[in-house]
């Protein structure tokens, strides 16, 4: 059974940082390509970053060159390190596999940036 527990979201003032992580089980986690989304009040849920097997990453438009996302096949964790959070990027994040995402969904962590 899919588990995965993302922690690490809390309250920021804007041009602030946080470190989210996510620890994934029930899965060969080393063969998945994991990605990072997030789903703000009112909207779809949206795409935020993502992490191949191999390391490649890629990021949403919206994001790059403020977060970042890594891995640890040995602890079977994905970790997304954002700075600069805007107002606007207060949402719930989730992890999940990238290709194509698990059907079930952790909680999340809620982000709030306050301006």
């Known amino acids: 059974q899919v588990q995965l527990v993302e922690s690490g979201g809390g309250l920021v003032q804007a041009g602030g940082s946080l470190r989210l992580s996510c620890a994934a089980s029930g899965i060969i986690f080393r063969i998945n390509a994991m990605a990072w989304y997030r789903q703000a009040p009112g909207k779809e849920r949206e795409w935020v970053a993502r992490?191949?097997?191999?390391?490649?990453?890629t990021y949403a438009d919206s994001v790059k060159g403020r977060f970042t996302i890594s891995r640890d096949n040995a602890k079977n964790t994905v970790d997304l390190q954002m700075i600069g959070l805007k107002p606007e990027e207060t949402a719930v994040y989730y992890c999940n596999r990238a290709f194509p995402p698990y059907s079930s969904w952790g909680q999340g962590t809620q982000v709030t940036v306050t301006s």
């Open positions: 992490i191949m097997i191999e390391g490649t990453t």
